[in-house]
């Protein structure tokens, strides 16, 4: 190496380790919406929401659970459900690796966490995804715990939510991930033919078979606001259809002008929002 690629390599440490002291890990987050140091106990009381530009943070499923149900209420159900890799399926990497991460990643089996719980004082059974678990993806245990989520809530004839954050079917799967999309649609089907509510939150990014599945089927959609939802990206759409798309295209707030959803709401006002909705439907 020259001589003077060591100077090189010194200055960029400089600079790194400057703006390191700049933001000292665990006290203050950079806002991706606005470029603002936050300081991450303001963030945390405000719903991982950024207070000067409203940018919602990325979140876990716990984390939503916390911020959607009244404390200490929520009831896991089916935690253990876990993939057994069916098709022995290795892609970049193998399948059993990218889970064994997921899990380390997470503290989850899968990355549906559903359960019974009280919004309001309203009884619920609900289903979350989290999005850090393999993007969120639709694999058999995914679809089978969201199936037994709405079947659940049909069985004690209660409102069924889901929360959904998700690239889309479980590509590791197969075949058996895009089945789910079937399973879950039939689920939503018979609770709706009892008459009872379902109401879908759709979180940044909700794409592919999750939109086109039971996340789109629910009697009242609600987003969070910015969210990207969607079913294909939008290069493949461009590619396919060979036109520009517009700007804005598949965000929530194209989606809610366009009457694919029903309403955009700040995570602040989302738990006040759902159990009024509760109420207005009649559980
Ligand atoms: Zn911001």
């Not at 009884?123 to 979350?128: I, K, S």
């Not at 039939?186 to 599945?213: C, D, E, F, K, Q």
Request: hydrophobic letters at 40%; glycine letters at 8%; aromatic letters at 6%.
């Amino acid at each position: 190496m020259p001589i003077g690629d060591w100077f090189k390599k010194e200055q960029k440490d400089d600079a790194q380790s400057a703006e390191k002291r700049a933001v000292p890990d665990g006290v203050w987050e950079k806002c991706p919406g606005c470029n603002e140091a936050l300081f991450i106990k303001e963030l945390e009381r405000n719903h991982m929401v950024c207070s000067k530009c409203d940018y919602h943070f990325p979140i876990s499923a716990q984390q939503r659970i916390d911020n959607l149900t009244d404390h200490g209420s929520f009831e896991e159900l089916w935690a253990e459900m876990h993939s057994e890799d069916p098709l022995h399926f290795i892609g970049v990497k193998a399948y059993t690796m990218s889970l064994d991460k997921a899990k380390k990643t997470t503290g989850l089996q899968d990355a549906a966490v559903c359960g019974r719980a009280l919004i309001d004082g309203r009884r619920v059974v609900l289903g979350v995804i989290d999005f850090k678990f393999i993007g969120g993806s639709m694999g058999a245990v995914v679809g089978e715990k969201i199936t037994r989520t709405i079947e659940l809530a049909t069985a004690e004839e209660i409102p069924v939510i889901t929360v959904s954050s998700s690239g889309g079917a479980r590509m590791q799967e197969g075949m058996i991930s895009l089945m789910q999309m079937a399973k879950t649609s039939a689920a939503v089907a018979r609770h709706s033919a009892a008459g009872l509510p379902y109401i879908s939150v759709m979180a940044n990014p909700t794409t592919g078979g999750v939109t086109a599945s039971f996340a789109t089927l629910a009697d009242i959609i609600i987003a969070e606001p910015r969210a990207l939802i969607g079913f294909a990206g939008p290069r493949v759409i461009e590619q396919t259809i060979k036109q520009k798309l517009p700007k804005d295209f598949q965000t929530a707030e194209f989606n809610l002008q366009h009457g694919q959803i029903d309403m955009i709401v700040d995570r602040a006002n989302m738990k006040r929002t759902i159990s009024r909705i509760i109420d207005y439907m009649g559980s």
